[in-house]
């Protein structure tokens, strides 16, 4: 990051996306910059009789063709995503793991909930019908680390290793832990981190959450910053990233996307919505700080729109709090409401349109949402051509996390 | 456990537990190695579980940490004769 001399800059150079609107970043892209709304009634089985009913699901993804059967029996679906993902965001930064000396390549992901899914199954079998009928992958699968193993072990990466368990603002946090990686040594670091909390046991454990949204309609359900707002949907998939030192990166020929530029993180505690504010706007401020932003450089605002009321009205008074004047001029967009949110994943794809946005030149709308109830700009119906060089984008998590990201446009190699 | 386990089965069960294709008749192959095709020590722990469960009988500790597939057959239907 900027605090760092610069030949420690941390740079972006390979995406892959594992999201409900699409696999792979071009169709993810497409469907994000056209607004589309994928969010639909869960489909998986056993979750016919929640009262959990609209959520966004990753279709179209084949895991079997995505991911050795070795690594699929020994794996939950969160990791499958995850591999996947890794494999989409290696090949687009061309980066073979056998390019970089193993201990030079180092894996970063952020995890909410573990592998539920296959957790459920094994706790059946050993309620059902005793522990022996419990698999051994079960010690591994379910756990928060387990895709940050099974990609270094699948790609041979030995260099330094993490996994942070911070709550949804954990997909930032998991970004900003991969530039201080860099920044200590290493030469790349696959980093970001997917979910898959569809499943009964998992849906079951979200039913608590205040803030989830119950609605049957999936064009009303997840409607943030509207006066209609009325709590969110989640959903699964993710992003993973290549990020690179700077220099290691142009001595290979990398295409630099994009450059992790600040990063914060505070925390204000579970569900205390109007305390977000002011740990929001601390996260910014000093993100923008370590990025030697101004305020009115920020060209876009990815926000974390949870659509519940009063975390809406904190974050756009953070904004305020921190951009002033701009805060009402900026265009904010809130991608997920077409997509839902899906945790840690959530900030990841939001981080990936960011990139794609300012490669672009194009802020994708709010798929959804026709007006909002704050003094923000926000993006709905269509979205806008502008010329992007800094994006901010937000997250906070229900446990009470908040992260800010600035990304500045990739500069011609 | 009466039953004697042949390489089919043996590959039969890796594929199965582990996810791993491999051909039974390289599995028989003199010198062949679990490390060879990528199968661990897990892997082998889930498949002595299954023999298990499913022929009711326990089976020699330690099983799972054999290095050859001949190694393994010869725990696994020592444990058949003797009953473990």
């Known amino acids: 990051m900027t605090s760092d001399p610069p030949d420690r800059r941390t740079v972006v150079t390979g995406i892959g996306v594992i999201a409900p609107n699409g696999v792979g970043a071009d169709d993810f892209w497409k469907a994000t910059r056209e607004g589309a709304s994928v969010l639909g009634p869960i489909t998986r089985e056993g979750c016919g009789q929640m009262p959990l009913r609209v959520a966004g699901q990753v279709g179209g993804f084949d895991a079997e063709a995505a991911v050795e059967g070795r690594y699929l029996v020994q794996t939950d679906r969160f990791t499958h995503y995850a591999m996947a993902a890794a494999d989409l965001a290696l090949e687009d930064a061309r980066l073979r793991p056998d390019e970089n000396s193993p201990f030079a390549t180092g894996v970063v992901t952020a995890a909410g909930s573990g592998g539920g899914e296959f957790g459920q199954r094994e706790l059946q079998n050993l309620w059902g019908q005793g522990p022996r009928f419990v698999g051994p992958y079960q010690s591994i699968a379910w756990f928060y680390a387990a895709s940050t ?67 049957d309609d999936p064009a009303t359900a997840y409607l943030p910053f509207s006066p209609e707002a009325n709590g969110f949907v989640p959903a699964e998939g993710g992003a993973m990233f290549v990020l690179e030192h700077e220099r290691a990166a142009r001595r290979r020929g990398a295409r630099i996307r994009a450059e992790l530029a600040g990063h914060a993180a505070t925390f204000t505690g579970a569900s205390r919505w109007a305390e977000s504010r002011e740990g929001l706007a601390h996260a910014i401020r000093a993100a923008l700080e370590q990025a030697s932003c101004a305020p009115d450089e920020v060209d876009v605002v990815f926000a974390d729109a949870l659509g519940v009321p009063e975390a809406d009205r904190a974050e756009a008074l953070a904004l305020a709090d921190v951009l002033g004047e701009h805060a009402a001029r900026v265009p904010v967009t809130a991608p997920k409401a077409g997509t839902g949110r899906a945790y840690c994943g959530a900030p990841l794809l939001d981080a990936a349109a960011a990139v794609l946005a300012m490669e672009q030149g194009f802020v994708p709308p709010t798929p959804n949402v026709t007006g909002t109830a704050y003094d923000l700009d926000l993006v709905c119906g269509y979205g806008r051509t502008a010329e992007l060089r800094t994006a901010l984008v937000l997250s906070r998590g229900l446990m009470g996390s908040n992260a800010a990201l600035v990304l500045r446009a990739g500069r011609p190699s | 456990m009466t039953h004697v386990l042949t390489h089919d089965e043996l590959a039969a069960l890796i594929k199965g537990r582990a996810g791993i294709a491999v051909d039974p008749l390289d599995l028989g192959r003199p010198g062949a190695t679990f490390e060879e095709f990528g199968v661990d020590s897990l892997a082998l722990l889930g498949i002595v579980g299954e023999l298990e469960n499913t022929y009711a009988t326990p089976i020699t500790p330690g099983a799972e940490m054999s290095k050859t597939p001949q190694d393994f057959l010869d725990a696994v239907n020592a444990s058949a004769t003797t009953g473990a």
């Open chain 1, 149 to 215: 193993g099974q990609i270094s072990i699948r790609g041979g990466f030995k260099g330094p290793c993490a996994v942070v368990a911070s709550d949804e603002a954990g997909g930032l946090d998991a970004l900003a832990h991969a530039a201080r990686t860099i920044a200590r040594g290493a030469d790349a670091v696959v980093v970001g981190g997917a979910e898959a909390p569809l499943a009964p046991y998992s849906m079951v454990c979200q039913l608590g959450y205040p803030e989830l949204s119950l609605g």
